[in-house]
């Protein structure tokens, strides 16, 4: 096996032949190492700022913060854990082979809680289910109560409500997973196991279930990363997860060292939960026997069952969405006239400022880190992929800590330099003008995009790229002239995830932004926070509305895998 050959069997990319390089090449790779340098900074930067001694605020942390924050962690991953695996493999295998009133429906509304960030459903259902709220006043209307003593009502701002909320607000992780795992797998398979007389049950159990793990693990393992970053639904219910104690230990205690250790501690579970999923998928291979794909087995299901089967779909869409984005729509038309707010037209400006900056320069780098590896394809350039990868998997908390440093210790080198030259202050330039969120944005979502732009390079042929070599063309010309114009739609498409991404982001946005700079996140953080969510309500409902945008794209996609799949089969 050849040289090329054998990095082609590392990536789905198709990579140009090794003769055709030349210097403007090799600039691809510099580029690629920069970028992954910058990449890697915050974590170096972390390393070192937890070296630093701490006083005595490491062995109070150790006495009294970390074992609750451990065990609260823990607790909350576990319970969301099971959540959204007991309610995405239930409605994926539903969807995908039942037929019951309703499937097509829920085919793309269970995807739709992920329009909603984890902390505006949690701001909701405090609303929804405190003393004063709708579900407890029909309670004492219906049953004559009077006051709370007179019957018990689950706490929502506990422990079990952050775990209900995210379970229902992070299963289409899991769904998405899975249901892809289900619509791949062999139907031969399943046939011999009905032959072997294996039911519903004992098929879905003994055979699918197996056989979907490593999608089941991947799908989980995303929801708890997405988990473990939030802040904003845990601090509301009081729940002191590892974010909310470096948040805590930097902001409420003033020791940054401090926060720091915590963070490199959230660190290493993020790290064990990337190895769990690399775990799974190491040596799964499920190959179909058969190069003649068949219909899936269907169960058509009726009378109580079906009706089971709509209402075991219908719940997770109703909790997970339909029930805040009705109250936020209700609080929300209520206040119309603040959309015309100077603070909440502020606060848009600056989210579009932030997020249009930080989604192109993603997709700019994820051209560049791609189209590196396409140029000058070997283990080193696939190595600045897998790094630009890691972003994604570290908690906005523990991103803002190991940008401060480096970016601050940046300001006041140049604010010196200015001061001693030209005689002026250049002030914080970078924290102060919120470069410093841009590039916390592009570094934890550089991922979204670099996954949609390597999956359209993989879908163009090298020959293009040889055919314009022997036309003259140099790398740069080739990627202007040939590689732009075909990407174009993933391109649009990696610009609205990332984009729908840092428009949602809050832990990194708290931390770092600007004295006196809103976006909406923070504009919903520090209403709720105040006791105030009908305040809120409108920048919650734009985030939803447009957050909605990536969830049809979603739906849209694998819908049309379906169809494609279908298709190969009749």
Known sequence: MSDTARLDDMTAIPVAPRASRSLADRLWLVAGLIVAG?????????????AQPTGDVWSHLIGTVLPRSLQTTFLLLLGVGLITF?????????????????????????????AVPTYIIAYTYVEILTFTGPV?????????????????????RSLGGAIFVMGFVLYPYVYLTTRAALLLQSASTLDVSRTLGAGPTRLFFRVALP?????????????????LNDIGAVTFFGVHTLSFSVYDTWVNRSSLAGAAQIACAMLALVFALLW??????????????????????????????????????????????VFPAALLADYASRRLDDLFDPRLLSAI??????????????VVIGVVLTYAHRVQASRLTLLFGRIASIGYAIPGTV???GILIPLANFDNFLDGVARSTFGFSTGLLLIGSGTALVYAYMVRFLAVSYGQIEGGFGKVTPHLDMAARTLGRSSGRILFEVHLPMLRPVLLTALLLAFVDCMKELPATILLRPFNFETLATTVYNAASREAFGEGALPALLIVLVGLVPSVLLARTSARSFRDKASTRF
């Open 399 to 401: 991103l803002a800590v």
């Open 349 to 362: 400006q600056n989210t579009l400022v932030l997020s249009v900056s930080a989604a192109l320069l993603t």
């Open 86 to 114: 007991i309610i995405g493999t239930g409605t994926a295998w539903l969807v995908t082979m039942c037929r019951f009133p309703g499937r097509a429906l829920f085919d793309w509304a269970l995807l739709l809680p992920l």
């Open 211 to 227: 056989l979907a793990r490593p999608a089941i693990v991947v799908g989980i393992s995303l929801a708890l990363m997405e988990c």
């Open 276 to 321: 769990m999923e690399r775990r799974a998928r190491k040596g799964q291979r499920f190959h179909t026997p058969s190069a003649s794909y068949k219909t899936l087995p269907s169960y058509r299901l009726s009378g109580p069952r079906a009706w089971l089967a709509t209402a075991a779909c219908a719940l997770p869409v109703l909790i997970g969405f």
């Open 136 to 156: 407890q006043s029909l309670v004492r209307e219906i049953f004559g109560f009077r006051t709370s003593r007179d019957y018990w009502f689950p706490e929502v």
């Open 38 to 50: 910058l990449t890697l900074l915050p974590i170096g930067a972390l390393v070192v700022l937890a």
